[in-house]
Each structure stands twice: as C-alpha cells, then as structure tokens.
C-alpha cells in the first residue's frame, strides 16, 4: 500500500524547535522527490521545502536558514527540522512525495502550534 505517515507534530513556545517525520511506504523512495507543504486556517497550501533524490534542497524564503530538509532513503524516510519557530509557522503540515511519471502521493498531515 502506498503511504506516507507524518509524525512529530505539536505545540511549541516561539523560539523553540520541532522535527517532523515522514514515514513513506509502498514505493521507491529514492527515486521521488520528497517535500513539505503547509496550509494554514483560511490559507492556500504552500511549499515549504523540498528535496530531490540527488540531495539538492530548496526551501520557501519564510522559512530559509530555521529549517532544513533531509532525507534518508535507508530508512525511507523524509525529516524537517524547524528551529526558531514563529507563530506564523502554525499550520497542518503535509508530507508530498513527486515523480515526473506517477501521481503525487500525500500523506495526512500533521498539526503544529506556535504559541506562548
């Protein structure tokens, strides 16, 4: 079964940290590009940060030198380490796995809350 399962999700004070994973399954990892997208109450989604199957990162300008994108296709897993975290980081964030020859893959979401 196809899958992808996010995990490490929840509520921080600002300035804090959170590391996001995202469990894939089902397919071959390391030849689709991973990435993290977000939606906020009464927003579009938007591209976080994404990674492709050689390694090379880009991020969203809001979020460029507080999180960082990895991959470890041993594990089949995708991470976001979100550090100096902001209230506006609030969002469902979802893990996207993207080939060029198969339909995107998504995964359920998970919550993180920015808040004192």
């Known amino acids: 079964q196809v899958q992808l399962v996010e995990s490490g999700g929840g509520l921080v004070q600002p300035g804090g940290s959170l590391r996001l994973s995202c469990a894939a399954s089902?397919?071959?990892?390391?030849?689709?590009?991973m990435s993290w997208y977000r939606q906020a109450p009464g927003k579009e989604r938007e591209l976080v940060a994404r990674?492709?199957?050689?390694?090379?990162?880009n991020y969203a300008d809001s979020v460029k030198g507080r999180f960082t994108i990895s991959r470890d296709n041993a594990k089949n897993t995708v991470y976001l380490q979100m550090n100096s975290l902001k209230p506006e980081d609030t969002a469902v964030y979802y893990c996207?796995?993207?080939?060029?020859?198969?339909?995107?893959?998504w995964g359920q979401g998970t919550q993180v809350t920015v808040s004192s």
């Open positions: 990674i492709i199957s050689g390694g090379n990162t």
């Open positions: 089902g397919f071959t990892f390391s030849r689709y590009a």
């Open positions: 996207n796995a993207a080939s060029s020859v198969y339909s995107p893959i």
